[in-house]
T-cell receptor, first 116, second 112 residues
Framework: DTGVSQDPRHKITKRGQNVTFRCDPI?????LYWYRQTLGQGPEFLTY????????KSRLLSDRFSAERPKGSFSTLEIQRTEQGDSAMYLCASSPFGRGAYNEQFFGPGTRLTVL | ELKVEQNPLFLSMQEGKNYTIYCNYS?????LYWYRQDPGKSLESLFVLLSNGAVKQEGRLMASLDTKARLSTLHITAAVHDLSATYFC????????????WGAGTKLIIKP
């Protein structure tokens, strides 16, 4: 399967703990996005990378959230000192971007986070 | 600031009927995307619309784009139960490296 993969698929943690999620994009895609989605809402943009460069981070995003894409391939999203309000589905997407590419984003299966 | 509005937000319909979902956006863009999401699942790309007058069809779904009116439609023909899902439109923000701005989604329930 050459689609976007995410790990883990589910994570249950206690408030105050740190969690880290991984995303492996489609290999030839240079852009990688992180979104958060809560029940009944559309995806909320968190951050995105073009290759290894983090180009934008949502202004609404707490400093407890950090993301990396060290070699321009896989990415990790870390949430420090989790709060109950962080409970959501975390989605990763990748896209080709550049001449002739239309930035169509392909999504992974998501990581569902529950903070107790 | 680019804003995207979908309507209706909820639609319940009978199998066999036709209906249209609307996606309006507030500033100029030349790319619009439609996605489908089943409950508890991730998003699946349906259509990419790249120019004024673009029309794409896949099975019972047809999407169109009018960039002058800043409007896209997703038309469902002779709906079947399997099309029950939430449908999102997303518009590329040309002022922000073509990031996608998402609509709130239309939850579609098709009753057998």
């Amino acid at each position: 399967d050459t689609g976007v993969s995410q790990d883990p698929r589910h994570k249950i943690t206690k408030r105050g703990q740190n969690v880290t999620f991984r995303c492996d994009p489609i290999s030839e895609h240079n852009r990688l996005y992180w979104y958060r989605q809560t029940l009944g809402q559309g995806p909320e943009f968190l951050t995105y990378f073009q290759n290894e460069a983090q180009l934008e981070k949502s202004r609404l995003l707490s400093d407890r959230f950090s993301a990396e894409r060290p070699k321009g391939s896989f990415s990790t999203l870390e949430i420090q000192r989790t709060e109950q309000g962080d409970s959501a589905m975390y989605l990763c997407a990748s896209s080709p971007f550049g001449r002739g590419a239309y930035n169509e984003q392909f999504f992974g299966p998501g990581t569902r986070l529950t903070v107790l | 600031e680019l804003k995207v509005e979908q309507n209706p937000l909820f639609l319940s319909m009978q199998e066999g009927k036709n209906y249209t979902i609307y996606c309006n956006y507030s500033t100029t863009s030349d790319r619009l995307y439609w996605y489908r999401q089943d409950p508890g699942k991730s998003l699946e790309s349906l259509f990419v619309l790249l120019s004024n007058g673009a029309v794409k069809q896949e099975g019972r779904l047809m999407a169109s784009l009018d960039t002058k009116a800043r409007l896209s439609t997703l038309h469902i023909t002779a709906a079947v139960h399997d099309l029950s899902a939430t449908y999102f439109c997303a518009v590329a923000n040309m002022d922000s490296n073509y990031q996608l701005i998402w609509g709130a989604g239309t939850k579609l329930i098709i009753k057998p």
